[in-house]
């Protein structure tokens, strides 16, 4: 799954900024890899370069706002209804994600992976050459389990209710453990102790 066609995604919702987008993203689809900030900015200036959205202003803390423009809703809906290829990690981000989005986009988009995964009439996942040996064996055995995974996956679904943009401000940085996290008032008592 691309960030381009995720950020497209979310911003069917409505207008937001950077950190916003970086932790919708990353809520919706649960991505494997993790996922830089920076990397959410620079697509958005290629979004934005490429006329796909553009400037909202800005939230009341000056963090600049974006928003779709019609095309970029136009290739967001492509995205969200028309897969491209049967790639499993691409597969489950995807319908993650559009299973969280209000709209029909999820039903069409799960429609199609069926189609994209099921096998196909008159072409068989045999080994046809056996010169390609233990090999091309394994490696069709592989796209079947896969085939079958994907497919259970697909029927296994639950109906979620979409949710909208969170609106409260994400925090930023890592939680501090317990143990190091010092209250006011430990840090008085520790500076009476020392005194």
Request: glycine share 8%; aromatic share 6%.
């Amino acid at each position: 799954m691309t960030l381009r066609h995720s950020l497209l995604a979310v911003l069917t919702l409505g207008p937001a900024y950077g950190y916003q987008l970086h932790a919708e993203v990353v809520e919706r689809t649960r991505r494997d890899a993790p996922l830089n900030v920076g990397q959410v900015y620079s697509t958005l200036d290629r979004l934005r370069r490429d006329g796909l959205v553009e400037d909202a202003g800005s939230t009341p803390d000056n963090l600049p706002l974006y928003r779709l423009t019609g095309s970029g809703g136009i290739e967001a809906r492509m995205y969200l209804t028309e897969p491209d290829l049967a790639d499993w990690h691409d597969m489950v981000e995807r319908v993650l994600l559009a299973l969280s989005l209000p709209g029909d986009h999820a039903p069409e988009l799960i429609a199609s992976y069926r189609r994209l995964w099921a096998p196909r009439p008159g072409v068989s996942d045999e080994v046809i050459d056996p010169t390609g040996g233990a090999a091309q064996a394994s490696a069709a055995h592989a796209q079947r389990l896969l085939r079958s995974a994907a497919l259970a996956w697909l029927d296994s679904l639950p109906q979620l209710d979409p949710w909208p943009l969170r609106t409260d401000r994400r925090r930023r940085g890592r939680r501090a453990a317990e143990a190091d996290v010092q209250t006011e008032s430990d840090a008085a008592v520790s500076r009476d102790a020392a005194g």
